[in-house]
Structure formats: C-alpha cells, structure tokens
C-alpha cells in the first residue's frame, strides 16, 4: 500500500463516529447508474454524489488583494493534496475535485464566494478562507448552510468559538503569536516601549491588539496604537507621529507589503531609522523582502509554524517543485497547512459517507461537520493535528526570524535546532 494511501487510511479510521454503517461496496452499486459530473444536496442536509461524479471540495484563496502570492502557495498546497488524493484511487473510486475561488483577502468577496458555495449542492465542505477577513465574510452563510469549513490560514482569535460548528482551522491562533511576540520583545529584545501600528484588517488589528495587551501585562508601555489601510503607501505623518513618542520599536500587525515600506520608510523619520521593527506571519514572505528593499536587514518577522515532519515534507516539497517549478518556501509559509486542511476534510467525508441502493455516494453535512471536530490525532505535514471542541486542530508553535543577508533566519522560538 502506498505510504499516502496508508495515511489516508488511518486518518479515515482515527474519525470515530457511530455513523459510519456498513454500506455496499463500490462494486455492489448498480452498473446502470449514468456517469455524471454533478452531485445534488437533498432535502435532509445530504449530498449525493452520483456514480461517475466527483467530490467537490470547494476552496476560498487569496488569490488577488495585499497576498497574492501567498494565496497562490495556499492554493497549491490543496491542489497537490487533491493529486494525492485521487492518485491513489479516491473514495471507493470517485475522484476529488477542487473548485478554486479568489476570496481576495476581502470580507465582501468571502461574502461573495460563501454564496457561490452555499447556491451549490455539489460543494461537500470547504478549505479556506486564507485571510481572517475573508473567512468572516464566509462565517454566517457556511453556518448557515450547514457546510463545513478548514482554514489553513486565518488566525484571528475569533475565527473559531463555541457559536461556530463549522468552523475549524489548521493554523494556529493569533492569541499564541501576539502573546509570544510580546514576550520575544520585552523578554529577549529588552525593549519597554513599543509603538504598535496595524492596517485595520480583521487580522492585523487583532494581532495587534493581542500584543499590546500581552505587552502591557509584561510591564511594557505602547507609546502609540495608530491603524493604516491596506493598500497605503506612503507613512512618513504617521511615523513621524509615531516617533515623537519614542518608541525603541514599532510592532505591525498585517500584511507584506504595507510591512516592507513601514520598515523601509522608518529609516528615513529622524528618530526611528535606527529602531527595531518587528512584524507577523502576514509579512513572512518575498513580498515583504522587496518592498522593504535593504530596510528588510535585521528586522524580525514571527511565523505561526507546524511541527513539520521532515520525510512527509521532503516528499511534498519535491512533488510541488516538480508541479510549479519553484519552492514552496519562495511564495508563503502555510502550503503544509492548506494540504493538511484537505486531507482533513477528506478523512472526514470517508468516514461517513454510504452507498445508497442506486450506488451514490452519500455524505451527511451534519455527520460531516462532527467528523472533522471528533479527530483525535494523525501525522499531517504539520504535525499531530487534534482537534478541540471549538474546531483549533492546529500543530507546532511561533517561530522568531531575523532577516540576514536577505533571508529569513530562524532565530528563537518553536522548532529550532
């Protein structure tokens, strides 16, 4: 048995649930049900996928906004675990399909995109979204519709909560990394008075609002909590504003490329060109390196990281490179997480779904939606992944990272060697 065929097994049966019946197999399905592409939801909260269709797991990705990059990573990681997937035979002989759309890193378009999902009966469960803004916007209308979703990507606190059955990530929650950043600063950097600046996103205002309160609990002051937008280029009033605080640092909660001028445009407002700038996740990425420009040196950026297994990761990176033609690490840091969401959601759909007396494939969404919470452990590329009662099944922990000779260098935190 294929080691990925194996995993998949074991990821199947590590989903208990009462609802998994003895059914016909696949070959015990009548021979004159038409092939066809589409599955159809039924009355009762089911979707049938008939003989020949495919199981349709739709997926939300940044693919245009402020990530594009990083949202093309995220997409590619789920396209490669679909490739997995169906290369080693599917589900009983039906064969996965993901259907891509952009959520552009935007709470109108995961509105928008939630829609498309929920007007369609063949969409079993969802990957995505990839920012915590988008995947608000998907929030009430998955609920809704009783679809379930698995965000490699969103880490705002409030993504997950006990008001949210299907709701679930892969990542970890900003509560971890903001809480550790702020320790990183005033604990191993000795820096007391910080600046916080954020660009007004769901996920670069709670990121940074999670700092500030863990800094100021550890005895720090913020000398100034000012919000940009997304999209801004030019920061020179606000931190000129910034720096009449003086502030030994600036923390910035948001994304690459508003990160790199901040950390660029600092070393021309007299009084910050030598101070520290420290960023998050968002920022983790080759986006951030050329707006930063030389700027970027020194600075340090925290990544929300898996407990990567090196054998399953070694075979992943070799696949995507052989797919893409470039490294995974080149565009975005959560490839390992979107795949590991897929293979989740996958796991989940086998562990429940039945043949019914016409061969279709049938799959109960509330079945469903408690399979993906009742996992209790399998070894995905980030890890041992768990799920709560809340839907948090991340793994691994906060990396710190230094920019040095234009790259990024792992230099505390969880995972280092």
Do not use: W
Request: charged share 20%.
């Amino acid at each position: 048995m294929p080691k990925r065929l194996a995993l998949f097994v074991f990821l199947a049966a590590a989903l208990m649930l009462a609802a998994c019946a003895a059914a016909p197999t696949a070959e015990e399905a009548s021979d004159d049900q038409a092939a066809t592409e589409e599955a159809a939801a039924d009355m009762s909260g089911k979707v049938v996928v008939e003989s020949g269709g495919m199981l349709r797991i739709g997926g939300s990705f940044a693919l245009t906004g402020p990530i594009p990059t990083l949202g093309l990573d995220i997409r590619q990681g789920a396209e490669l675990a679909i490739d997995d997937l169906n290369e080693d035979g599917g589900l009983e002989g039906f064969m996965f399909e993901l259907v891509a759309e952009d959520g552009a890193c935007d709470g109108t378009q995961g509105t928008n995109v939630g829609n498309k999902f929920a007007s369609d009966g063949t969409i079993i469960a969802v990957t995505g979204g990839t920012c915590s803004g988008e995947t608000f916007g998907l929030v009430p209308i998955l609920q809704e519709t009783r679809i379930p979703f698995v965000s490699p990507s969103a880490t705002n606190p409030d993504i997950t909560s006990p008001n949210c059955d299907v709701c679930n990530r892969v990542a970890l929650s900003d509560a971890l990394q903001g809480a550790t950043d702020a320790r990183f600063v005033y604990s191993e950097l000795g820096l007391a008075k910080v600046a916080v600046v954020h660009d007004n996103s769901d996920y670069g205002k709670g990121v940074a609002e999670v700092f500030q309160q863990n800094i100021t609990r550890l005895g720090g002051e913020v000398t100034a909590f000012e919000g940009v937008q997304v999209g801004d280029t030019d920061f020179r009033a606000m931190l000129a504003k910034v720096g009449a605080g003086g502030p030994q640092a600036i923390f910035f909660g948001g994304y690459a490329t508003e990160a790199g001028l901040i950390a660029q445009q600092m070393t021309e407002t007299p009084g910050l060109d030598d101070k520290v700038f420290m960023s998050v996740d968002g920022a983790y990425t080759q986006q951030y390196l050329q707006a930063a420009g030389v700027a970027a040196e020194g600075t340090f950026i925290s990544l929300l990281a898996g407990d990567d297994s090196k054998e399953l990761n070694a075979e992943f990176d070799a696949k995507y490179i052989e797919k893409y033609g470039a490294s995974p690490d080149e565009l975005g840091a959560f490839h390992s997480q979107s795949y590991d969401s897929v293979m989740l959601i996958a796991a989940a759909i086998a562990s429940v779904a039945s043949f019914d007396d016409s061969g279709n494939l049938v799959i109960d969404r509330e079945e469903l939606i408690a399979a993906i919470r009742s996992v209790d452990a399998f070894d995905g590329l980030t890890g041992t992944i768990r799920c709560d009662s809340i839907g948090e099944c991340g793994a691994g922990g906060v990396q710190i990272f230094q920019v040095t000779d234009g790259a990024f260098v792992q230099i505390s935190g969880f995972g280092l060697e």
